[in-house]
């Protein structure tokens, strides 16, 4: 098992450009999450889905879309990327909701200039 | 506001020394309570959670309800036990976590 992959590792924007981070789990879990670390910030919830084909905003969605078209894979859009979405972000993957452990993906470093 | 603070950014302990490392949340109703754990060049992974009431590699967490604090605790730290450690309430009114700011331990030999 691979457990929880992101795709890229690290990319490098324009302001203004867009992309589509790709995160892939193969254990089944029904919950995905999108997560964008900042220092100093710890961790914060942009969106997740709670199956195939349901998404719901997190704490910090604007300026993300994301979407769950099959059970595995959550993707997450940046349309027109800006120097505040700066970040490393972490996908997670969960059985079910709040009591269940979360596994996490290695992460993606994005820096847009 | 569902809120959860740790207010040390950086601990830094030898070898051998008792360790705590403090989170403080602040939620309503009855939060679920976890301790994730960032080691150098590895992925943030749980370490423990409250319901499990279980030690950890060493590491324990109480409950206290009345200070609504979560503190991780070990008595004899070891150089492995540095890493990233991050508080993380949830609640089951929004079935999400909150992770805090993280604190970076340090073990020296």
């Known amino acids: 098992n691979a457990g929880v992959t992101q795709t890229p590792k690290f990319r490098v924007l324009k302001t203004g450009q867009s992309m589509t981070l790709l995160c892939a789990q193969d254990m089944n879990h029904e919950y995905m999450y999108w997560y964008r670390q900042d220092p100093g910030m710890g961790l914060r919830l942009i969106h997740y889905?709670?199956?195939?084909?349901?998404?719901a905003k997190g704490e910090v969605p604007d300026g993300y879309n994301v979407s769950r078209l099959k059970k595995q894979n959550f993707l997450l859009g940046l349309e027109s990327a800006a120097p505040s979405q700066t970040s490393v972000y972490f996908c997670?993957?969960?059985?079910?909701?709040?009591?269940?452990?979360?596994?996490f993906g290695p992460g993606t470093r994005l820096t847009v200039t | 506001a569902q809120r959860v603070t740790q207010p040390e950014k950086l601990l830094s302990v030898f070898k051998g020394a008792p360790v705590e490392l403090k989170c403080n949340y602040s939620y309503s109703g009855s939060p679920e309570l976890f301790w994730y754990v960032q080691y150098s060049r590895q992925r943030l992974q749980l370490l423990l959670r409250h319901i499990s009431r279980e030690s950890i590699k060493g590491f324990t967490a109480d409950l206290n309800k009345g200070e609504t604090s979560f503190h991780l605790k070990k008595p004899f730290a070891q150089e492995e036990d540095s890493a990233m450690y991050y508080c993380a309430p949830g609640s089951y009114n929004t079935d999400k976590l909150i992770f805090g700011t993280g604190t970076r331990l340090q073990v020296f030999p």
């Open positions: 889905s709670v199956g195939e084909g349901t998404t």
């Open positions: 997670a993957s969960s059985p079910g909701g709040l009591s269940y452990e979360q596994y």
